[in-house]
């Protein structure tokens, strides 16, 4: 069945560093790609998201990056702060866009 | 405010008692699904619906049922629980992608958190 497959599970940054986590889905039909941060104890809340027909997104110290051929999209965070110490998932939309397949997540820890 | 309200929060049940969580949006947004999140494998897509009258299966629906009578209301219904059930669940509403162009994604509801002993 389709999949969604994220890497790495846990990573650790020095603040002022960039972050950068990458996933690979399985089905070629995929149009759309959301990013969402989990903090500790609280809902996924989308910070980014790409179509299949973009390459690249940014918005402030994200950036999402897409590459339809080999069927892969990472979530480039700059410049990090503690902040952004959460988990992110990134997930695919499948099926005509009505199923969603996420990713496992990534923790993020962002070291002050 | 733009919300996905979910309710109860915290619930604890006994195997085999019928339970109910509820999840209503007020986004007029046409698509809602449900969620479980467990520890190492993400979120799971249990179902989901188009609009009213239609829903789907996610990936993992056994045991649980879903109605969408309202555009606004998306019960989850677990008629019998068991223990594989314990877990955090989230309702979420988007745009319909069938759409069009636009931002699909996710609200999600504040969760709710079940064990079932």
């Known amino acids: 069945g389709e999949n969604v497959e994220q890497h790495p599970s846990t990573l650790s940054v020095q603040e002022g560093d960039s972050a950068v986590i990458k996933c690979t889905y399985s089905d070629s039909a995929s149009n759309y790609f959301p990013w969402y941060k989990q903090e500790l104890g609280k809902r996924p809340q989308l910070i980014i998201d790409i179509r299949s027909n973009v390459g690249e997104k940014k918005d402030q110290r994200i950036a999402v990056t897409l590459n339809k051929t080999a069927k892969h999209f990472s979530l480039h965070i700059t410049e990090t702060q503690p902040e952004d110490s959460a988990v992110y998932f990134c997930?695919?939309?499948?099926?005509?866009?009505?199923?969603?397949?996420f990713g496992a997540g990534t923790r993020l820890f962002v070291k002050a | 405010e733009a919300q996905v309200t979910q309710n109860p929060r915290y619930l604890i049940t006994v195997t085999g008692k019928k339970l109910t969580v509820t999840c209503s949006q007020n986004?007029?947004?046409?698509?809602m699904s449900w969620y479980r999140q467990d520890p190492g494998l993400g979120l799971r897509q249990i179902y989901y619906s188009m609009n009213v009258e239609v829903t789907d299966k996610g990936d993992v629906p056994e045991g649980y049922k879903v109605s969408r009578k309202e555009k606004r209301n998306f019960p989850l219904i677990l008629e019998s629980p068991s223990p594989n059930q314990t877990s955090l669940y989230f309702c979420?509403?988007?745009?319909?992608?069938?759409?069009?162009?636009?931002?699909?994604?996710?609200?999600f509801g504040s969760g709710t958190r079940l064990t079932v002993v």
């Open positions: 997930a695919a939309y499948i099926g005509g866009g009505f199923k969603t397949i």
């Open positions: 986004m007029n947004h046409e698509y």
């Open positions: 979420a509403s988007s745009l319909s992608p069938g759409q069009g162009a636009g931002n699909y994604g996710y609200t």
